[in-house]
């Protein structure tokens, strides 16, 4: 199993994000590799997560490649930086991207590899 799928199994099994107890909203991820896109599909209520696969509208629609984004799923590279670079693109409501990206492995606030390893610098 890829990073990316572990990292969105982790989200949906929790069901609940305390980081997040303050956001509401919708988030499409849409990895493109060619003619094929693939969805990742996060509704936000207060904190509750429900994920899904699913191709629908959303307030807030990410666009990278696949690869990319298994480095983001897995903490190795930041989401951010990655939008400031022009390797990922954000439609809708930016801000709810900056709420959820509390979760991904790469910010400070989160648990993973970075977290650590910048946990270790200090």
Known sequence: MDATTR??????????????AKTTGSLRIDLQEGPRTMH???????????VSQQNQEA????GTSPQLFEEIASG???GIAAIL????????DARLLVQ???????????RGPR????????
């Open 40 to 50: 990742w599909f996060l509704k936000i209520d207060h904190g509750r997560i429900e």
């Open 7 to 20: 990292f969105f199994e982790e989200i949906d099994r929790r069901g609940y994000e305390p980081r997040l």
């Open 59 to 62: 307030d807030t629609v990410v």
């Open 85 to 92: 670079r022009g390797d990922m693109t954000v439609s809708g």
């Open 76 to 78: 190795r590279e930041h």
């Open 115 to 122: 977290r650590r390893f910048q946990q270790e610098v200090r």
């Open 100 to 110: 959820v990206e509390r979760i991904f492995p790469g910010n400070p606030d989160a």
